[in-house]
């Protein structure tokens, strides 16, 4: 079975970082996508990792560590429009599999 | 279009009743999915389409689930005698292929509600 497992809220200030983790234990890899969905809205590409390390996009970073089946997405300088929920999703050669999502909340 | 499209975006229906569910992919992509959405939980995987064909239909929970895909691309979600545990959000997405670093593409969902 795929199991694939993030927090499930976060609660940050404008302008700071936070960090939402994913763990993941799947029959296949071929890939990790980070999505983002802002409520009633549907999902969008943030980022994908196939090999180990640091892909950084403008204020946005994510993390894959393939041996520990862990990712992390890091979003820096928060704004109020990051409030939102943030899906980590496994790609099984071709559907993804996807955690519950971590909603995060920005505070002024 | 630019984007993927679904309709309805919002569907009442009682219990009982069949509902179809319409989404129309990125033109020239050949990859089509859909997911399931409900309160709380991750997308769940329910069927891909690669062109017309459904090399996978793993994810349809029972037999009152089916799809279809024709031309290659608008596809089309059948439940028969809807239930109430069928309410849920249905995304639909699209990919070019499926090819590693297969970004897929949502569309906004169909809200469905089973009274």
């Known amino acids: 079975g795929q199991n694939i497992d993030q927090p499930t809220e976060m609660t940050a200030t404008e302008g700071a970082i936070v960090q939402i983790n994913c763990t993941y234990q799947t029959s296949g890899f071929n890939g990790l996508f980070w999505y983002q969905q802002h409520a009633g809205e549907a999902p969008t590409f943030l980022s994908y990792n196939v090999l180990d390390g640091l892909e950084e996009k403008g204020r946005f970073s994510s993390f894959l560590s393939r041996s520990k089946g862990y990712s992390y997405l890091l979003l820096k300088e928060l704004q109020m429009k990051d409030s939102a929920s943030y899906l980590c999703?496994?790609?099984?050669?071709?559907?993804?599999?996807f955690g519950a999502g971590t909603t995060v909340t920005v505070r002024a | 279009g630019a984007g993927v499209s679904q309709s309805p975006s919002n569907k009442v229906t009682e219990k009982g009743k069949d509902v179809e569910l319409r989404c129309d992919p990125i033109?020239?992509?050949?990859?089509l999915y859909w997911y399931r959405q409900s309160l709380g939980q991750g997308l769940e995987f329910l069927i891909y389409f690669q062109g017309n064909s459904a090399p996978d239909k793993s994810g349809l929970p029972s037999d009152r689930f089916s799809a279809e895909r024709t031309g290659g691309s608008v596809s089309t979600l059948t439940i028969q005698r809807t239930q109430q545990e069928d309410s849920a959000v249905y995304l639909c997405?699209?990919?070019?292929?499926?090819?590693?670093?297969?970004?897929?593409?949502f569309g906004p969902g169909t809200r469905l509600t089973v009274l």
């Open positions: 997405a699209s990919s070019l292929g499926t090819s590693r670093h297969n970004e897929q593409f």
């Open positions: 999703a496994v790609d099984n050669d071709y559907k993804l599999s």
């Open positions: 033109s020239g992509h050949t990859a």
